[in-house]
């Protein structure tokens, strides 16, 4: 327990997070930095980057709702502390993200209806699951919901969306750094903890692999929702046509997102997540259900 106390500490998170990679940022980027003006002078690109900058602030506040509801079900005390630093992280994640809405145009007061009419359905249904367990204070199957399948998603889609934007918008792809080794903390002290946990109470598999059956499946659902019949690969194909420029290459899991279909990118990214949820479920002695595909 000795190594778990150190890594998950309140000590560790302020010197490796606030004191390090967010020093000197202002919500998430660099002082200063923009949103590109094509997005905000092109009405296609602004609608469908505010539809998925919403679906952003949705995951993060059921990850706030999550980690923070399970701080009183946690079991000892060094988890309730990990807990509380990751209630910050999220509280920070909506906030940022919430943040990027405002900076694309949205007004303060509109917030919340702009919310309710771009949130995926499928992606609430995938909350409800969680926040379910959550409620009834069932902490190894809210840590497996919470620290493995939905951070599990959030890392892989950040780092897929983060290739994106690397070369095409800075501040975002800075925004998503730091979001993303927040990330890798927070599935890492699910995979460490869960595993004791599920050795002693083997009765709980069986439900906890349902729930990460229908986690994935409501995914999935998202991932097809937001690639199919999203206009926004033909636009910017379009405005490269026009402005004669080459597609900035963007190098994601050995493939180049700029060249490819949606459909392709929806494969890549569901396979990833899927074989991550695989390996990681493995380690923790949960068998891997495959979801109805959507
Ligand atoms: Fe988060
Ligand atoms: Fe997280």
Redesign the pocket.
Known sequence: MSDFLSMYSVQHWLESCPQGYLTNTEFGHEPGQKEPEVILDNEVLLTETIRTTVQLVAG?RC?LAA?SGLINAAPDEASKRFLAT?TL??AR?VEIFTQRLYDLGVKKNDLEDVIKQYANPNLVKFAEVLLEKVDKKDFVAGVVG??IV??GM?FSVFEMMQAAMQEVNPKFARTLAGTIA??RR??GFGENRIGSLIREQPEKKAEIERMQKDMSYYMLATFADSFRNNPMAAEMDRLEAEAGLPRAKAQYQGVDLATMQPEDMERVLADTVLKEFKIRLGRIGIEYQTPRQP
Do not use: C, F, G, K
Request: net charge negative; proline share 0%.
């Open positions: 993060e990850a980690s990751q992280d999220e994640h919470q620290n939905l951070e959030a927040d990330e927070h599935v």
